[in-house]
């Protein structure tokens, strides 16, 4: 049983450029979450989203970043005309219902 | 309020030492879960060991403990006999709400850094 995919595993890109972040879930896991780690913090909550539903969006910033998980595919975070501060670790988590698996990560740099 | 406290940025200990990482938390709700998670330099999050907030023994995996006072809301993570591999951030974590099967967001610590030397 494959662990939490993500990819890619770092990712540059310019300001105001969009950048994409896929994440696929261990098999059989329905609940996905998503993660911020900025330089030298720790990881603070984005969203929780299930299956085609997103459940839990409290910390995600109310401009520029979306995420979904379709009923087919990874879960995106998405993340439109980028700037400096949004250069961090973005972690995502898949779970079966209570422990949470996290993916090894995607470090997105923006210049 | 924090939710999750880790006061120990940095720590040192010997190899073959045991080392105590300290945390405490904060929350009103009777059901929740406390998590200890490892990163190391390649940036993973590696999961360590889980205590449920009604369960009744502390949580033992391997080298790991977990010293639970559930009165002084701590969790602190016990190490025993250190290796130099264990050199790491180490934070702590917590998932508010009902018990095993339900899932909810976690909470971070800031995270303590620990060396271990020879």
């Known amino acids: 049983n494959a662990g939490v995919m993500q990819n890619p595993r770092h990712l540059v890109r310019r300001r105001g450029q969009e950048a994409r972040l896929r994440c696929s879930p261990m098999k059989g896991h329905s609940h996905v979450y998503w993660y911020r780690q900025l330089p030298e913090e720790g990881l603070k909550f984005m969203v929780y989203?299930?299956?085609?539903?997103?459940?839990?969006e409290s910390g995600m910033p109310k401009e520029r970043f979306s995420a979904e998980f379709p009923k087919e595919g990874p879960s995106i975070l998405r993340i439109q005309q980028v700037v400096r501060g949004d250069s961090a670790a973005y972690f995502c988590?898949?779970?079966?219902?209570?422990?949470?698996?996290f993916g090894p990560g995607t470090r997105l740099t923006v210049t | 309020a924090q939710k999750i406290t880790q006061t120990q940025p940095g720590m040192f200990v010997q190899e073959k030492e045991a080392v105590t990482l300290d945390c405490t938390y904060d929350?009103?709700?009777?059901?929740?879960?406390l998590f200890w998670y490892k990163q190391p330099s390649s940036g993973e999050m590696i999961f360590l060991i889980y205590?449920?907030?009604?369960?009744?023994q502390n949580a033992t995996e391997g080298r790991y403990s977990l010293n639970f006072q559930k009165a002084r809301k701590s969790a602190n993570l016990v190490i025993s006999a250190s290796q130099l591999g264990d050199s790491a951030m180490y934070f702590c974590a917590m998932r508010e709400g009902p018990g095993a099967g339900t899932a909810s967001k976690l909470t971070f610590g800031t995270g303590t850094r620990l060396q271990v030397t020879l």
């Open positions: 205590q449920g907030s009604y369960d009744q």
């Open positions: 988590a898949s779970s079966p219902g209570s422990e949470q698996y």
């Open positions: 989203l299930q299956k085609e539903n997103i459940i839990d």
């Open positions: 929350t009103s709700d009777p059901s929740y879960g």
